[in-house]
């Protein structure tokens, strides 16, 4: 098992870098400074409905996307799985082992 800490303080976030766009973009894919999402990045999204976890997901590598309900992990996990696209929905009882195995046996994404 992974040794974690609890967060201290989450409340004084800063960030690298603010984007800001205007009502007239409708998809992520539109925002030229994410597009594509560079890797080993954290995107703090505010916005919902314009394609950022689509555009993840489809994209060629392995990654870990933190969505705020377990509804919202089923239902994109779903999703994915009738396009036979390759994801894990972790929640409840997944572990560490479960992720892991996930990682090195995704033979659709290369590994970084």
């Known amino acids: 098992m992974l040794p974690f800490k ?41 916005v919902t409905g314009i394609g950022a976890t689509h555009s993840e997901i489809v994209s ?8 705020p309900h377990i509804s919202i992990i089923k239902s994109k996990h779903e999703y994915y799985k009738r396009k036979e696209i ?5 929640y409840g009882d997944v572990t560490y082992k479960d992720v892991l195995n996930h990682l090195l046996l995704d033979e659709d994404h290369a590994k970084e």
Request: hydrophobic share 45%; net charge negative; glycine share 2%.
């Open 60 to 67: 060629e590598r392995s990654s870990i996307i933190v969505l």
């Open 86 to 90: 390759n994801t894990l929905a972790i």
């Open 6 to 46: 609890k967060a201290a303080n989450i409340t004084n976030i800063t960030f690298d870098q603010e984007i800001l766009f205007g009502t007239e973009i409708e998809s992520f894919i539109e925002i030229p400074e994410v597009t594509p999402i560079p890797s080993h990045s954290i995107i703090y999204k505010t």
